[in-house]
């Protein structure tokens, strides 16, 4: 074989670009890509946090986080060749834990079953959910779905997960507790006797101001470095413990530990719902953030449409799918991948940067499964205000668009659910539509999945301990 000619050779960032007329050098690509991963590593630590709630092994939840993270952002950039980085998403791993999997436990606990994991069956729905949106993201029936879905409904649910994170970011300070009180059960101020005196929630507290301030200077990894900060403060008052070593070999025991034939027995209604709320807010959470990072980037075209979002969207179909076969929540778009693109990163030079220091963080999982509740609630505190900013694009004069979308932003954290949020916006929003003679403005898929929601809600007493 003979030697390429020199003139004919392609440097690694040529074959990461997506398109011939975008500028890149490849010191800044690499810039952005150090950026990006500094700002979104603070899910190496939420995620486990979150999802161990469930009784999955805190230290398998690092590794599954790092390794669908990494895959699924190296994939970004060979395959899709943009600037974007994947991770298991905020909001979704909160459905999971909060309220799937305890769900699922109620109706296994009620109907006698035993030996059985409800994370597991969870699992299924994600990876179910996955492959959907693999097949939805090879035809043209995703771009129906996406537009058959009212935008002030897709603002509303990001803003309502927003608002459902920050809940559990206050609970998880020990800031608020549920209301004893003869009058009901209402979230409440923790009164407890050392609330505002123990070092957790007094941590809690000032990492949580020491990261807004942090984001106020546009500092990168603001939220990184709360957490880092809140872990070695409770290490030094006694209320965390330092990992017992630093390196150690990844442990994937959650490889391939969904459930699907759980999932089948819960029912047509209930797996369908489980199944479609992650769908939903997976989708939409992926093409409004592609949409937003293509325009920042330089590719949002002049008609609206995102240039490559097919291979965007396949990337995102597939991470949700490896992600639950390695054992976590739905894998989605990070829309912190904007820290990096506005360092430079304009090719996937910079996603592969990001997906190389996720699977080097692998071996030092010990370090990212130590921290306690206290010290990432201050990343759910304010990663709740980052998703409630949605709320700025809602029409709030149309009442037959707001009305649905404050239904839906407001029983996510009140009814502590955010299924039961999706479906409190899509039945309101049909019905007011019809009420007022504006039919028209009903796609007929909101119909039916408002429909599926009606048929859920009614039939709670059945299938809900």
């Given at each position: 074989m003979?030697?390429?000619p020199?003139?004919?050779?392609k ?7 997506p ?7 490849p010191k800044r690509?690499?810039v ?6 500094m700002t979104?590593?603070y899910i190496l630590?939420?995620?486990?946090a979150?999802?161990s709630?469930?009784g999955?092994p805190?230290?398998?939840l ?5 390794a ?5 952002t ?8 943009m ?6 998403g905020?909001?979704l791993?909160?459905?999971?834990a909060?309220?799937?999997?305890p ?6 606990s009620r109907?006698?079953?035993t ?7 969870a699992l299924?729905a ?19 779905v996406?537009h058959?879905i009212?935008?002030n409904?897709?603002y509303?649910i990001?803003?309502?997960i ?7 970011g206050?609970?998880?300070a020990g800031?608020?507790?549920?209301s004893?009180?003869?009058?009901g059960h209402?979230?409440?101020?923790s ?6 005196t123990s070092a957790?929630?007094?941590?809690a507290?000032?990492?949580t101001?020491?990261?807004?301030i ?5 500092i990168?990894g603001?939220?990184l ?12 008052t006694?209320y965390?413990?330092p990992p017992?070593?630093?390196f150690?070999?990844p ?15 819960l029912g047509?209604?209930t797996?369908?719902v489980?199944?479609?709320t992650?769908f939903?807010?997976?989708?939409f959470?992926t093409?409004?953030?592609a949409t937003g990072?293509a ?19 396949l990337?995102d ?6 992600g639950a ?11 912190e ?5 506005e360092?430079?990163?304009?090719t996937g030079?910079?996603s592969?940067v990001v997906?190389?220091l ?13 921290a ?5 609630a ?9 998703m409630?900013r949605?709320?700025?694009n809602i ?15 407001t029983s ?5 659910s955010?299924?039961?949020g999706?479906g ?5 929003y ?7 003679g ?6 007929p ?10 048929g859920?809600?009614l039939?709670l ?5």
């Amino acid at each position: 074989m003979g030697v390429i000619p020199v003139a004919q050779q392609k440097s690694l960032l040529e074959y990461l670009k997506p398109e011939p007329h975008i500028q890149a050098d490849p010191k800044r690509e690499v810039v952005a890509g150090l950026t990006t991963f500094m700002t979104m590593a603070y899910i190496l630590f939420v995620n486990p946090a979150i999802l161990s709630a469930t009784g999955m092994p805190r230290e398998a939840l690092v590794a599954a986080t790092a390794a669908s993270a990494g895959l699924a952002t190296i994939i970004m950039a060979v395959y899709a060749k943009m600037p974007f980085a994947l991770a298991p998403g905020m909001g979704l791993n909160g459905y999971f834990a909060f309220t799937v999997v305890p769900f699922i436990a109620g109706i296994l606990s009620r109907e006698g079953v035993t030996g059985v994991e409800p994370w597991q069956i969870a699992l299924a729905a994600v990876f179910v959910e996955g492959v959907i949106f693999i097949l939805l993201s090879v035809t043209k029936v995703r771009e129906t779905v996406a537009h058959s879905i009212p935008n002030n409904l897709k603002y509303a649910i990001g803003a309502g997960i927003g608002l459902f994170l920050t809940l559990i970011g206050f609970n998880d300070a020990g800031i608020i507790t549920a209301s004893t009180t003869p009058d009901g059960h209402l979230i409440a101020l923790s009164m407890n006797a050392n609330t505002f005196t123990s070092a957790p929630t007094l941590i809690a507290i000032i990492f949580t101001l020491v990261a807004a301030i942090l984001l106020a200077l546009r500092i990168p990894g603001a939220l990184l470095v709360s957490i880092v900060l809140a872990i070695i403060a409770g290490i030094a008052t006694g209320y965390a413990s330092p990992p017992s070593r630093v390196f150690a070999t990844p442990d994937f025991s959650l490889f391939l530990k969904m459930d699907l034939g759980g999932l089948a027995d819960l029912g047509v209604f209930t797996a369908t719902v489980i199944v479609f709320t992650f769908f939903v807010v997976d989708f939409f959470d992926t093409l409004g953030t592609a949409t937003g990072l293509a325009s920042l980037a330089g590719y949002l075209r002049e008609d609206g449409k995102v240039e490559r979002i097919g291979p965007v969207l396949l990337t995102d179909a597939i991470g949700t799918t490896v992600g639950a076969m390695l054992g976590t929540s739905t894998v989605t778009t990070y829309i912190e991948s904007a820290s990096g693109i506005e360092e430079g990163g304009r090719t996937g030079l910079t996603s592969l940067v990001v997906g190389l220091l996720f699977l080097v963080s692998l071996v030092i999982a010990p370090v990212f499964s130590i921290a306690p509740s206290f010290a990432t609630a201050p990343a759910l505190i304010i990663v709740g205000l980052l998703m409630a900013r949605a709320i700025k694009n809602i029409d709030l004069q149309d009442y037959t668009e707001a009305i649905p979308a404050f239904l839906t932003i407001t029983s996510m954290p009140f009814l502590y659910s955010i299924s039961d949020g999706i479906g409190m916006g899509f039945i309101s929003y049909t019905v007011l539509k019809l009420a007022t003679g504006r039919w028209r403005e009903v796609h007929p898929i909101v119909a039916v999945v408002a429909l599926i929601f009606l048929g859920y809600f009614l039939s709670l007493p059945s299938i809900k301990p």
